[in-house]
């Protein structure tokens, strides 16, 4: 029979344990709340075709996905949730680079998700992998 003595050291290491335990599950109930919620209806849906029109004026979000993406899975509530927030503040946008592979070449995507901030039509910033809504509104922030 193994015994454990009892130490402050022991006890600490238990409750730093407990504590990462519980942030992984509530981060990944988080992360399942996000990603059953339904699709944004103030999302603007771009293709090759409409694409410069959209981002032309003012500032826009545009994020760059794919449908076999495990991480865009994940970005996209989070792009849908701040659609919902922003409003008319700002074009929030997503392509599909599978289906529209001419405006992924033209502005460099190589890994998605990539979201690329537009400002009047020229890309002003680049946050490549998923990102928290806290870090595309500070990226976005400087560019209203």
Request: one cysteine or more; proline letters at 6%; a positive charge.
């Amino acid at each position: 029979m193994i015994l454990l003595e009892v130490t402050t050291g022991n006890i600490i290491a238990i409750l730093i344990s407990a504590l990462v335990i519980g942030y992984i599950f509530f981060n990944f109930f988080a992360v399942r709340k996000r990603m059953n919620r339904p699709p944004s209806e103030n999302i603007k849906i771009l293709d090759d075709r409409n694409f410069g029109q959209v981002v032309g004026k003012g500032v826009s979000l545009v994020d760059f996905w794919a449908e076999w993406c495990g991480p865009c899975k994940v970005q996209g509530p989070i792009v849908d949730e701040l659609a919902d927030e922003m409003g008319e503040k700002a074009n929030i946008c997503k392509l599909d680079v599978d289906k529209n592979q001419n405006t992924a070449r033209k502005y460099g995507i190589q890994n998605i998700p990539t979201m690329l901030i537009f400002k009047d039509g020229k890309p002003v910033d680049k946050l490549v992998g998923v990102k928290p809504k806290g870090a595309i509104l500070k990226a976005m922030q400087p560019h209203f």
